[in-house]
C-alpha cells in the first residue's frame, strides 16, 4: 500500500501567488488532517475533515482552505501566499471506530513563500 | 486548550545508553498518549501509545509510561542505536469545540546516538 501521498514535495512561492497541496490516501480512512510543522514548535493543525463533504479549523487555519469530496482526496489550497506560510505541511489519516487515533502521515511539502 | 510540554529540545547519548523523553498535559481529559519518530525528510511515524487505562506499556526496547495523576508520561529508550537518532514527538488527545477529538503535539526532541 502506498498509505498517504502528498504532492509536490518542494514548491517555491512568491508572494500573493496560490497553489494547492495534494493529499491522497488508499487506507480507506474517514479521518484526514493537515498539519504545518515549523522548527521547534511541532505540529500545529491547521484543518481537519471526518469525513466526504465534511471539514472543520484546526488551531491555525488562516490563511488557508480544504475541501473533501471524495474519502481519498483533502487538498489544501493556499491563497495569497504569505512569508509567514513558509513551513513543511504534513497530511495525515486515521481510521476512527473506538476511539482510536493512530494517525499516518505523508512525507511532507516544504514550502518556501519568497 | 491542551497543552504538551516536551523536554528536552535535544538529547544526546552514546550507543547502548537509555534514552529518556519526558511530557507534562494540561487536559485532565485527555485519554490517548502516542509517540512519534521522525527521520529526516521523512514524516512522523508511530512507534508506541498508550491509553489512561494503562500504567506501562513495553514493545521491545522502548517503553511508555503514564502518570494520571501528576499528568505527566514518558519515552524510554535503552540500549540506544544510531539509527534511533531522530526527532521524537509526544501527544495527547483533545476534544475539539465541534466535538471531535485530535491530537496536539510536544515540540520534540532531538535525539543524537553517537556511535
Known amino acids: 500500500n502506498a498509505g498517504v501521498t502528498q504532492t509536490p514535495k518542494f514548491r517555491i512561492l512568491k508572494i500573493g501567488q496560490s497553489m494547492t497541496l495534494q493529499c491522497t490516501q488508499d487506507?480507506?480512512?474517514?479521518?484526514m488532517y493537515w498539519y504545518r510543522q515549523d522548527p521547534g514548535m511541532g505540529l500545529k493543525l491547521i484543518y481537519y475533515s471526518v469525513g466526504a463533504g465534511i471539514t472543520d479549523k484546526g488551531e491555525v487555519p488562516n490563511g488557508y482552505n480544504v475541501s473533501r469530496s471524495t474519502t481519498e482526496d483533502f487538498p489544501l489550497r493556499l491563497e495569497l501566499a504569505a512569508p509567514s506560510q513558509t513551513s513543511v505541511y504534513f497530511c495525515a489519516s486515521s481510521y476512527r471506530g473506538a476511539g482510536a487515533e493512530k494517525l499516518f502521515f505523508g512525507s511532507g511539502t516544504q514550502l518556501s513563500v519568497l | 486548550g491542551e497543552n504538551v510540554e516536551q523536554h528536552p529540545s535535544t538529547l544526546s547519548v552514546q550507543e547502548g545508553d537509555s534514552a529518556v523523553i519526558k511530557c507534562t498535559y494540561s487536559d485532565s481529559a485527555s485519554n490517548y498518549f502516542p509517540w512519534y519518530k521522525q527521520e529526516l525528510g521523512k514524516g512522523p511515524q508511530l512507534i508506541i501509545d498508550i491509553r489512561s487505562n494503562v500504567g506501562e506499556k513495553k514493545d521491545q526496547r522502548i517503553a511508555v509510561t503514564l502518570n494520571k495523576t501528576a499528568k505527566h508520561f514518558s519515552l524510554h529508550i535503552t540500549e540506544t542505536q544510531p539509527e534511533d537518532s531522530a526527532v521524537y514527538f509526544c501527544a495527547a488527545s483533545i476534544r475539539l469545540n465541534s466535538g471531535y477529538s485530535t491530537l496536539t503535539f510536544g515540540k520534540g526532541t532531538m535525539l543524537l546516538v553517537s556511535p
Open positions: 487506507m480507506n480512512h474517514n479521518y
